[in-house]
């Protein structure tokens, strides 16, 4: 198995000069253990213990002072989530020591993870989300956060791979989960049927009791199928034969173990007749391409898929090149009630970057007729883009840069 370097890295190392408590939390098996033993080996040396030994876990949550007589600082605390107990010994040992980098925790259930920190630990931990693989942590690449600069653009220039169309939609089926990229497992159909199993019998019920795994398979395979799309909650409901009270909740359970996530659209007060309805995206595309079928990267790039799975994979890039450098992302789309429609929205220092997203090697001037709605608002429009499948970085005009997929890597 070859370890795969983590953009993220560079920020636990920064930040554990600061802060004396570091958590980085993400879905299951996306490799934030790894990571962080990583760093241990490369010179940030410490104790590592595992909440899922269930000896260690009962210590924990017994006797969380006793636990740290043991096991001392620097530590790294591993599924943290399960022993919310430890959080406030945490906490007085941070304000009596006061020592920069002591703990290192990961977790894999965010909602339980940060109602625990927001009681005892606010203000005394740096927070950092770790997902699957970017394209560019595959190639072995730096990635700064994506921007809308041809300068910045322009340095990757030399950097990126060429990356054909056949060789984009095979990265897309292939998914981004560090076990299958790293060589640690070797069918794909084996480690995703596994993944998902382990998601539904343990994490989700650990969120929400009484859940029926079939049913909520049953759910996923639906939402995979109407990715990059507008969520419409009745119409999963009637195809889930459940009522949408529980579409709301069994999507909060999915958006929880980071499977999911959501583009808000863009408002803003000058604005109106604008569509409120989020988008639903996948951080992982593997995971839908499995979900609905696609039995190869050939039969998924001819199929009816192609086009969301397409846009899906180009704004999971996005995310996490903005994520994995530890920073927010103000990302957005814009859609209102005539169909003027703006793929993806960058809101930076007060300007608005439009970009479009189009699976063509051609893109033409009248794709980016919707960007001129943004300058009704009150804030500067920016160059806009049109992220393709086009072989070199080029421009339509002085305000629409053409920019091939493979710069997101």
């Excluded at 041809?150 to 939609?169: I, N, W």
């Excluded at 009745?234 to 583009?263: M, P, S």
């Excluded at 604005?271 to 995206?281: A, D, E, Q, V």
């Excluded at 696609?294 to 996005?318: C, D, H, R």
Aim: aromatic share 10%.
């Amino acid at each position: 198995m070859n370890y795969i370097t983590r953009t993220l890295q560079k920020k636990v190392l920064e930040l554990s000069e600061e802060y004396a408590a570091i958590l980085i939390t993400g879905p299951r098996q996306v490799g934030k253990t790894t990571m962080l033993q990583e760093l241990m080996k490369e010179g940030a040396p410490r104790e590592y213990v595992s909440l899922d030994d269930l000896t260690e876990l009962s210590l924990a949550k017994r006797d969380p002072a006793l636990f740290f007589q043991i096991h001392k600082p620097p530590i790294l605390i591993d599924e943290v989530q399960y022993a919310p107990e430890l959080f406030r010994t945490i906490k007085m040992m941070i304000d009596r020591d006061h020592r920069p980098g002591d703990f290192w925790l990961t977790g894999s259930q965010l909602f339980r993870l940060m109602e625990g920190v927001q009681e005892s630990l606010a203000g005394r931990v740096a927070l950092l989300n770790l997902f699957s693989l970017s394209q560019a942590e595959i190639d072995g690449l730096p990635q700064p956060p994506f921007k809308v600069s041809l300068e910045s653009l322009l340095q990757r220039k030399e950097k990126v791979p060429a990356r054909s169309a056949p060789e984009v939609f095979e990265e897309i089926w292939k998914g981004s989960m560090p076990a299958l990229r790293s060589g640690a497992a070797n069918e794909r159909n084996t480690f995703y049927s596994a993944y998902i199993r382990t998601l539904l019998e343990r994490d989700a019920r650990n969120i929400s009791a009484g859940l029926d795994p079939l049913k909520i398979f049953n759910f996923m395979t639906i939402l995979a199928a109407k990715d990059s799309q507008l969520v419409n909650y009745k119409a999963i409901a009637d195809e889930a034969a459940i009522n949408q009270a529980t579409v709301k909740n069994w999507l909060h359970i999915l958006e929880t173990l980071g499977l999911i996530f959501y583009l808000h659209p863009y408002s803003n007060n000058t604005l109106k007749r604008l569509i409120k309805t989020p988008k639903l995206y996948f951080y992982d595309t593997g995971l839908v391409s499995y979900l609905t079928r696609w039995t190869s990267p050939e039969v998924l790039m001819a199929g009816a898929m192609n086009g969301a799975l397409f846009e899906n994979y180009v704004v999971s890039e996005i995310m996490k090149s903005y994520l994995h450098n530890g920073k927010r992302p103000f990302i957005y789309y814009y859609r209102d009630k005539d169909s003027r429609e703006i793929d993806l929205v960058l809101e930076e220092n007060g300007t608005l970057y439009p970009i479009e997203i189009k699976k063509t090697a051609h893109p033409e001037k009248k794709m980016t007729s919707s960007f001129s709605v943004l300058d009704r608002t009150n804030l500067k429009r920016g160059t806009g883009a049109i992220l393709c499948m086009a072989e070199n970085l080029t421009a339509l005009d002085r305000d629409t840069l053409v920019i091939p997929v493979k710069y997101l890597g």
